[in-house]
């Protein structure tokens, strides 16, 4: 067993367990695909998600395959027995799903009372394999449309939703219609136009079984008169293997520089300058979140 860091075992003598399980992992050099894979080959299945989950203090291992599972993850990760599951201490009261949603955005007791009057009860069974956004800004540097394709793998049986949230900066514009493509029909939403909030669930043609992957492409088109573009985000609760983000200008209005931001959860954000070409730029992460991935710009006003 190697000799872990100073930062490292110190964390595993003090805590929190989820801050000495971020810096275990650090240390190993492994993403929470390759620790899923290491724990699963020792019998022991768990998500990425949950992985996230424990890393980032949402939540800890509290039944006994989980603490099981930690035992496991103390010998993937190379540290001293018995150190991380130590500092388990007593069970915390879990957060309600809706209420981890919130968590992530500026106002997040809105999204909470938001969000409570759908389903998101299967949000933490879908696995994000991969996530496609592309943003159409017209020529008078309004925003569109938002285009989304997303492929998701259930992790239990039963899935049947994907919740949608849409925040308008502007909010006195109305709020977007909601056009489903494929893989899935629009069933409950809430509308809030005073806080420029939209929630709708995305159903699937059926429930899922355990393993199984679902295609679902939806459209967001905004109703005139239609905001200013200046900015596109999405917020990542839970991890997504892939992410790709587009935003698309109209050739009439393209802006000369965008900036491209990145922030991760518990850290500082991350800036890039981008240039547009063929009037788009776009974005790439991998094994990304939870976190913040975007595109912001000012038009030129000259």
């Known amino acids: 067993m190697a000799v872990p860091s100073p930062a490292l075992g110190t964390l595993l003598r003090t805590g929190p367990f989820d801050a000495a399980l971020r810096a275990a992992i650090r240390a190993r050099g492994l993403s929470l695909d390759r620790l899923r894979e290491h724990l699963h080959a020792r019998g022991v299945s768990v998500t990425t998600a949950t992985l996230s989950y424990w890393q980032s203090g949402r939540s800890r291992p509290q039944r006994r395959d989980s603490v099981r599972g930690v035992r496991q993850l103390e010998v993937v990760l190379d540290v001293p027995p018995g150190s991380l599951v130590a500092l388990l201490g007593s069970p915390r009261p879990r957060r309600s799903a809706a209420a981890e949603i919130g968590r992530f955005w500026p106002d997040g007791g809105r999204i909470d009372a938001a969000v409570s009057d759908v389903d998101t009860r299967w949000d933490e069974r879908l696995t994000r394999i991969s996530q496609h956004d592309v943003v159409t800004v017209g020529p008078d540097r309004e925003e569109l449309a938002f285009h989304s394709r997303q492929v998701l793998r259930a992790e239990a049986d039963g899935p049947d939703r994907w919740v949608v949230i849409l925040h ?10 909601v056009r489903s493509l494929r893989g899935c029909h629009a069933g409950r939403s809430v509308h809030k136009p005073e806080d420029g909030l939209l929630v709708v669930e995305l159903l699937f043609g059926r429930p899922l079984v355990r393993g199984e992957t679902v295609i679902t492409e939806h459209t967001l088109v905004n109703r005139a008169p239609h905001p200013l573009a200046t900015n596109y985000e999405r917020k990542f609760r839970l991890p997504v293997r892939e992410y ?51 595109f912001d710009w000012e038009w030129d006003t000259s």
């Open 168 to 177: 308008l900066d502007e909010h006195d514009r109305p709020l977007p219609e």
């Open 244 to 294: 790709v983000v587009e935003i698309r200008f109209d050739p009439a209005a393209v802006p000369p520089v965008c900036r491209r931001f990145v922030e991760r959860d518990g850290q500082p954000a991350e800036y890039a300058d981008v240039v547009p070409e063929s009037g788009a730029v776009h974005g790439v992460a991998l094994s990304f979140g939870p976190g913040r991935y975007g």
